[in-house]
């Protein structure tokens, strides 16, 4: 009886935040859009960013039901609930298949809404502006935060409807890798899209045509507008969409085949047993109230300075969180044995240790990427040096970022480890996951409000509005960093745990199958080897990819400029459907190979050298991926800032070679920081999901010893 | 009986290699040195060179003193020969200590005799080539065997004499771990101090003043031609010298203490142990035989295409290897069972493996990294787009380059697997080193006409005498990508080998300490993720010390050039003295960080989180520091090819902005190619040795489980 309880909690949960989700789209569109010409580049926008959509659900469409149908015929993982002793032979895994499908609309429904308000709230933003800072920030904070809304509501109402039919973590589990096989597309697709855009606008305008930012003459700016959508707002959002489920179907495994865990929760009472089970469903909860009033507070604080109030919204949201989390503790624990309730205090220090580690990270990726602070400045200053001393200073300090997170990561591990074990971990990546809502909220930000800054340029607003919207958007770069580091560090965790609930998975299937994971057996070894080597293979094509796609962007630009000289003079309107084709195929072609990389190789690995050297796998790509995306994160987002720095009119500002040393930096950090750095979070999760979904295929091979056993 | 014996041949076969380093030397010294002015500027070499290393070996001699004080404190290591079971407690371990000391001597001398004679060659070399090309590639070339002769020498000498005084592995540990400590010195000094050099001559001389290389008016230039003997003839030379000792220590422990092959060899009859024992020494002077017939090979091809030479060279040394150690297997199975032949003849196969994998990672460093394949083409064509697109393609490429070689390591590593065992691992390293000598002498080559090219500029000797020295310098570059690759994958099987030999270490002192290395407890999990991010760290400290270094060095000739302007015009001479002052100070004080680093990290590991967790840190470094190594070298290798190509004329050559462009990425390249990427070899084995050599006192804490038990 208790679970159906727990359940319509988490769904009422859920429907509140999409009906909240709802009523800010409503607050946003009965906005004023602005004049007609910001009304037609929004358009442009609009139209761009629907097409790229469309393209993608399509080729999502097809590999969604490819997988589909692979998945139908993997040993299914059901026999009762709760266990996963066996693999039933012969029937068709149709349950799992179609929470896969769920798990995927689903996705590209938060997707596909937080898109929709984000291209519509840019205009209504610019225009709001006019009326004052206050009022532009508004509209621009309720149009992100219909995408953060969404992202929560669309992991609860799936995650407990679809439990609450078939009560196994393992329909939990399809439903994740639904969601994670979207944001891989949504995540590569749009950082590449983005970069496209960017670079090739960079390339071509800035630095050949010395056209400003955002300059109407030139045919790549919708595109580039529509790239921080694709990117920014429908990317990041599937992205932690995808962390956030899978952070609870970690815990949901560990607590169902942990054996430590399973024994003490069998030992407990009906009522114990209840509240164990539905705590972290009540974190997710409390996590959901905190972001809602963390956006409460950001609205109040909005007025004065819109950087300030969303961090503030941030640090207030995590405080709440543990006071609230506190607080239903302290309910929660009333009946219970004193050492049950020691218990359960433990496990809400984790989820608040979890949530304090992703704070630290946001914080360390703020310092290593602000403008006042000591490594961006000496970047900038290496810029008087050339071109190449600027790359080599990012790339030193970028990778010298990775230090304090790891260490902060390892800190966050050892705590949550000593105060609930491995089940203690994952319960620590649902508390850095549990204000989701404020952190997706935040980044979606960010593109509107640079789109607005576009739009208001390109609606001939004047002078004092452009200034308006650009403050408002460098409080958006700012969310940025910190959410980054955020989104890092909360996927490190959420793998971590996964691949845990992996190991203890394939103990519970084939008893003895990971007792260890042993770097000192060869498999295991190679395992290892091969999960370090993965995300620098997977960073190669994706820069790679977006190094190719701006060269044809640039050469579009060129012809564009050269056929029609009207353009240039601002005559004749550029013709912007061509460069966002260029962005759309380019994008969507692109992420084939490493979509395909993301599912073959751990499949492979695990055929060959058995499930134990795959979670050894996972481990090598976990620590990798570490470094890779803190390191490009933080170099790119640092590079960035450098020359925006420079662009202040610091050290001789725009158009010295300073200012063109720097934006060689930014260029290179573009693709770094948007595309390969964020990307890979979403490749860690496919790859530890599709480790757990192939489980029982890999098997098959020697029962999960692999096919070369030495 | 047998062990002297063996001793004896490893003596005699150092003292023919020492004997023949000796009589090459002769050869070259008896050479023309040139004209007064090529004398004068050798002079300046010369002088700056041992400026140098004098200061560096005092400092050295500090760091080696405090260590070896720090090592006699240690619970020693030694009981019985062979055995390595208890700590014997009081006893001060200064039998080890004086190891350490002979080896960090033995190392500092061959990189000694390397460099001296490396400093006399280049004006004879220069002066050859005025005779014909053949002449001035003989005498480059024997100058550049010196040193790899002297390595092989001094390391065979070494190891045999301590192990007859003291006949325990630990001995040749203490050895290996001054080698070690000199090593890491002159490996990132000599990379720092090279490329400060380098990068401040290019920036200020070439980008600003558009001088060529070599000018004499640069002051940078002296100090660039110093740095290209302290880093590549000094420096790699050391690198080799410390990854063939380690490779040699490694299966010295593993054959001592590996249960599986302890009781394989105590079985045995006494004649069968002598062979199983002497069959590593062996190899080592097969290796010696088939790289002085190379040595031939390459003097007698020397005249038609030096850059064929060298790489003919090497193949057929290979070859010779193979077929050397296969007679004379041949021989020594005669009087064996026949299980015991297969096993040698397995050995003998385990060997073969390593070295053809050796030669398989040089053979793609070179696809990665010539100018006539894809990628380097790819990335010259990407300077077209700009500074920042080459850096993006170089970057991704360099990513790329990482695959291929991890897949070669992965398939040595399980065929040596297969064939030997853990032990058939550590027979490859030794394998993959056993022709070192060539490898270092085609090394060592590089430095010798890059000098010779630059003395016969400044010497007046015309323009087809530079173009010749030109020929033999190119030739150079590309051995030296083969052999960065091949000290990549030696550096990386040996380690591995260390690694095992560092567990089975332990469990010999106390067994149950590291039975398991297991990922899913949480020590060990920490470990490799501090291994991981250790590569990181050290590569961003040492590109930022070229940075920092290269930034004083362009003050200082921008200062030399504003305010004595004859400079400029070469009516005067510049003040080399000031700017090889600042490399080297620069170089010494920028390498305490990094030295210190790769000692105390792994103590601190080992004192937290265990020894288990340490082994664990030593495979996350292992893994990650391959990825970093192979992606910086093989980037760094491909920008400078790829500037040379458009130099070359194609592509708008030289002074375009494809040039200046391709420029960048030069610049950036050069601290990945030559200071940080080979470094990192060095700090794995550093890293790896501190582990075996602290092992004992380890184990004082919590008996090796570490102060965090969790």
Redesign the interface.
């Known amino acids: 009886m208790a679970v159906p309880i727990i359940l319509i909690v988490a769904l009422i949960a859920g429907i509140i935040s999409i009906a909240m989700a709802m009523y800010f789209r409503y607050l946003v569109l009965k906005e004023d859009p602005g004049n007609e010409r910001m009304q037609e580049v929004a358009g442009y926008i609009e139209e761009g960013a629907k097409t790229y959509l469309k393209v993608q659900y399509k080729i999502l469409g097809i590999f969604v039901a490819v997988l589909a149908v692979a998945m139908l015929f993997l040993p299914s993982p059901f026999e009762e609930s709760y266990t996963y002793t066996r693999l039933v032979a012969g029937a068709l895994n149709w349950e799992q298949m179609v929470a896969y499908i769920i798990g995927a609309i689903g996705s590209m429904f938060a997707g596909w809404l937080g898109m929709y308000v984000g291209v519509k709230a840019n205009t209504r933003a610019a225009q709001g502006c006019t009326v004052s800072t206050k009022k532009g920030f508004d509209i621009a904070f309720f149009g992100g935060t219909v995408m953060g809304l969404a992202v929560v509501g669309v992991a609860l109402i799936g995650v407990s409807t679809l439990y609450w039919i078939v009560p196994d973590p393992m329909i939990v589990l399809g439903f994740s890798f639904g969601a994670s096989s979207v944001a891989l597309f949504m995540k590569c697709g749009g950082g590449i899209y983005t970069k496209t855009a960017d ?1 090739g606008a960079d ?1 071509v305008g800035k ?1 050949e045509y010395d056209l400003p930012e955002d300059d109407p003459r030139n045919p790549a700016t919708i595109a580039d507008n529509v790239g921080d959508n694709v990117g920014d707002i429908a990317g990041m959002g599937s992205d932690l969409f995808d962390s956030y489920v899978a952070s609870i179907i970690a815990a949901m495994i560990l607590a169902a085949t942990l054996p430590s865990f399973v024994d003490l929760v069998l030992e407990m009472d009906e009522y114990a047993r209840f509240v164990f089970t539905v705590f972290p469903v009540v974190l997710c909860g409390v996590g959901l109230i905190a972001s809602l009033l963390g956006i409460y507070i950001i609205k109040w604080k909005g007025s004065d300075d819109p950087g300030k109030a969303l961090n503030t919204g941030t640090y207030l949201s995590t405080i709440l969180f543990a006071g609230l989390a506190a607080l239903f503790t302290l309910i929660m624990v009333v009946g219970l044995t004193g050492e049950q309730a020691i218990m359960l205090w433990k496990l809400c220090g984790c989820a608040v240790i979890g949530l304090f580690a992703g704070i630290v990270l946001g914080f360390t990726s703020d310092y290593f990427t602000r403008a006042d602070r000591k490594p961006t400045r000496k970047m900038a200053e ?1 810029a008087q ?5 600027v ?3 990012g ?6 970022s ?2 304090p997170p ?1 260490i902060g ?2 800190f966050a ?2 705590f949550a ?2 105060l609930g074990g491995v089940f203690g971990v994952a319960i620590a990546a649902v508390g850095m996951l549990a204000i989701v809502g404020t952190i997706v909220s935040n980044d979606a930000y960010g593109p509107i409000v640079d789109n607005a800054r576009a739009i208001a340029e390109q609606g001939d607003l004047g002078d004092d509005i452009i200034r308006t919207a650009d403050h408002l958007d460098s409080a958006g770069n700012t969310a940025k960093a910190i959410t980054k580091g955020f989104a890092i560090g909360a996927a490190n965790l959420t793998v ?1 745990a996964l691949m ?1 609930s992996f ?1 203890t998975e394939a103990n519970d299937i084939n008893p003895g199958t ?1 007792d ?5 057996t ?1 498999n ?3 395992g ?3 999960g ?2 993965v995300p ?2 997977f ?3 994706l ?2 990819a ?2 190719r796609n ?2 044809k962007m ?1 050469d579009e630009i060129r012809r564009q400029f050269e056929e029609n000289p009207k353009i240039l003079k601002g005559e004749e309107a550029a013709d912007f459907s061509r460069t966002i084709d260029i962005a759309t195929k380019g994008s969507l072609r692109e992420l084939i190979i490493p979509s395909i990389i993301s599912i073959v190789i751990p499949i492979t690995v695990g055929i060959l050298f058995g499930v134990a050297a795959l ?2 796998f996972l ?2 790509a976990i ?2 991926g ?2 890779f995306a803190i ?1 490009m994160s933080n170099s790119g987002g640092a590079w960035d800032n450098a020359k925006k720095w420079i662009e202040d009119g610091n050290l001789g500002g725009k158009g010295t070679d300073v200012h063109k040393a720097s ?3 930014d ?2 950090g573009d ?1 770094f920081k948007d595309t390969a750095g964020p990307s890979i979070n979403t490749l860690l999760v496919v790859m530890s999901l599709t480790a757990s979904i192939f489980l029982g295929f890999l098997m098959l091979f020697s029962g999960g010893a692999g096919l ?1 056993v ?1």
């Open positions: 670079v390339l630095a290496a040096e050339g071109h190449a001393v790359i080599l200073s790339f030193s300090y970028g990778l010298l990775v230090v790891a990561i390892i591990m050892i480890y000593l971590l845990f190991a990971i260890v994971m042993d770097l000192l060869l295991v070894l190679i290892a080897f091969i370090v080597v620098a293979l960073s190669a094509l820069v790679m977006v190094q701006a060269a640039v979670g050894a481990v090598g620590l990798s570490f470094v390191f934006i060689t930096g260029t290179v693709p070369l030495f």
